[in-house]
């Protein structure tokens, strides 16, 4: 069998930026959305983007040698399966998480050094606030951070309903529910459920209009509010999904309690996230805990951590259901 030095894997690691900001500026630019009729020149797609086309060209030729756009010898591109995923009408499309990373996400971990010297965030040093903030301050953003989540985590959804049966709730409350699409699809499976989603004003009216035109505006209340304040009461099941990592274990506990005070006795806490284990396997939480570091302000956690978590806000930790994707559901109920 052939080995590879381990000097070549180095250089594939220094320099993935190479490839981060290449996928950014083509999914800034729409490239995949301009080739979904066919293939076109990079001549063409330089007029259509307004950009130097022989620098588009070396953009695309890059790209090409990733497995990302296909040159077909005469400078013509054409999709790729890779390339499909950056179209926007793509299912579960990842152009706006293609965006998202390559613009603030970027500039957050080109901070990186300063949140490991002194534990601080790196994108409030940065931006002067912190990133839920900035979002409901910046609306173009705030709609590239909604869609980035179905990009990154959209995937987990089907994994989750695969391996954890909903059946049994009435109504299931998704606190920072975002966009709506966790809740569409479980409402979907499960006709008789009704759904709460709940989440900062500004973001509900996104997630209403997504719900209406799912048709389950009559089978879903939405919800504006602060959790660090209160979630509503009278659901049966409240899911947080990629919530509690975004906080330390302070912040995270008081969301945990205000969930413990709307909750009724027999209702059940499912917490979705990735469990970090022990070992070096990879792992992708290992590093999305570096970016909870140095944007949010939050971190990934063991499942010793989350069951010490769950005990702080009054709840036992009952199990974890694994799913196939990289999250599990932290199952709760309350102490
Ligand atoms: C990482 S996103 C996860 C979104 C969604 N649960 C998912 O899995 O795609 C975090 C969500 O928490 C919401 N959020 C942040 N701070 C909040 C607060 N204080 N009260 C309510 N929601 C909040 C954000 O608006 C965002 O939708």
């Not at 900001?21 to 729409?30: D, P």
């Not at 797609?45 to 090409?64: D, E, I, M, V, W």
């Not at 059940?268 to 140095?294: A, H, Q, W, Y």
Request: proline content about 4%; glycine content about 10%.
């Amino acid at each position: 069998m052939e080995t590879h030095p381990p000097q070549e894997a180095m250089n594939r690691m220094l320099t993935g930026y190479w490839t981060t900001q290449s996928l950014y500026v083509a999914a800034k630019l729409g490239i995949a959305d301009l080739l979904s009729n066919g293939p076109r020149s990079a001549d063409d797609l330089a007029k259509a983007t307004n950009t130097h086309a022989p620098s588009l060209f070396r953009l695309l030729r890059g790209l090409a040698s990733l497995g990302v756009f296909a040159d077909d010898g005469t400078a013509r591109f054409s999709l790729t399966p890779l390339a499909e995923c950056l179209r926007s009408d793509a299912p579960g499309s990842q152009r706006a998480l293609a965006i998202m990373c390559g613009e603030e996400h970027y500039k957050a971990w080109g901070e990186l050094l300063y949140s490991v010297q002194t534990g601080n965030i790196a994108f409030d040093k940065l931006y002067g606030m912190p990133v839920f903030e900035f979002l409901s301050k910046n609306v173009e953003q705030a709609k590239v951070f909604d869609a980035a989540m179905v990009g990154v985590h959209g995937r987990e959804t089907a994994a989750m309903t695969d391996a954890y049966d909903f059946s049994s709730i009435g109504v299931l409350a998704d606190v920072g529910g975002g966009n709506g699409s966790l809740l569409t699809t479980v409402l979907k499976k499960h006709p008789h459920m009704k759904g709460v989603l709940y989440d900062l004003p500004g973001v509900t009216e996104r997630a209403k209009a997504n719900l209406k035109e799912a048709g389950l505006a009559d089978r879903c209340t939405v919800i504006g509010g602060n959790f660090f304040e209160s979630v509503p009461a009278g659901a049966d099941a409240y899911l947080m999904r990629h919530i509690i990592h975004d906080w330390d274990d302070e912040k995270a506990t008081t969301i945990l309690r205000n969930v413990h005070q709307a909750i009724g006795q027999e209702g059940r806490l499912l917490v979705i996230e990735g469990v970090i284990p022990p070992g070096n396997e990879p792992c992708f939480g290992k590093l999305l805990d570096l970016t909870m570091l140095t944007i949010p302000g939050g971190k990934e956690r063991t499942e010793e951590e989350y069951r010490t978590l769950f005990k702080a806000g009054g709840f036992e930790l009952i199990r974890i259901v694994p799913t196939k994707a990289e999250v599990s559901v932290i199952e709760g109920r309350k102490l």
